[in-house]
């Protein structure tokens, strides 16, 4: 199916999780397009990682209905296995990486290339994972290679390393899950260089991020949670980074102050356009 078979990579309608008598999630829409990047914010405890983790087959939902391009999946078949054959990439905060492990090995676990007779064909899975450190990722040391170690590594690199292992399994959609945390300003480039790379290579991307500044920067669309619910969606341009700041914290007062609805900041300086 190309993308032009589709409007959404994914889709989910009014989505509630509960656990015994705590809602986590309440009502959600929340959807993705072809070749979007959408940000995903909201403070501690706002629901993202429970719907992250319904989206991705890790959990599911107490009720609601899931769309994956634009076909609906029912939930008894979905699980994480599904959502990898349906080229569905989640690259997280840590820990997605075996440290001591080459990095031929961490392309390939779980997914082993095998030969006519079954045995893994290590050559082959090298040679592809040079590949994408040479010229999906962008790797130019000669003394990084597909033999190196993850422990060898800067943390931009490990985040630029799983990145690219989703997109070399060809996926549609990738989920981030703060991939810049703990790094250095000179890594965090290197970071939002590699989700710039998503986009560029036509795929979808839902970017969870607690630094506004990045996910101001790099989405095309910014979706607010809070308490399980989603309050605010706010295009591109719709709210300058100061303004998205405020709202946030007007939100965590329970009286925001901008109006997700407000017209981008340059028509608002130029007056009410006729």
Known sequence: MSQADFQH???????????????????????VGCNEIVGLIGDNG?????????????????????YIRDRQVNWRDYSVGKAHELRFETVYQEKSLGEK????R????????TNRLGFI?????????????????????EGINADSPVSVLSGGERQGVAIGRAMHFDADLIVLDEPTVALAIS???????????????????VYIEHNLAHVHELSDRLVVMD?????????????????????????QHDKP??????????DRRAGTAS
């Open 227 to 251: 308490r399980g619910a989603i309050v605010a969606e706010i295009p591109r341009g719709q709210m300058t980074l100061n303004e998205l700041t405020n709202f946030l914290i007007d939100l």
């Open 121 to 141: 064909d290590v050559r082959r899975q090298k040679a592809i994972a040079n590949d994408i450190l040479r010229n999906r990722i962008g790797f130019r040391s």
């Open 101 to 104: 492990q080459p990095l031929w």
């Open 106 to 113: 961490n392309f390939f676990v779980g997914r082993q290339i």
């Open 9 to 31: 990579v994914v889709r989910l309608v009014d989505v509630q999780k509960s656990y015994g008598n705590v809602r986590a999630l309440s009502g959600v829409n929340f959807s």
């Open 46 to 66: 706002a629901g993202k990682s429970t719907l992250i983790k319904i989206m991705t087959g890790v959990e599911k939902p107490t009720s609601g209905d899931l």
């Open 257 to 266: 102050t901008l109006s997700p609805a407000t017209p981008p900041a340059a």
């Open 187 to 205: 890594e965090v480039r290197k970071v939002l260089d590699f989700v710039r790379g998503i986009k560029e290579s036509g795929r979808a991307c």
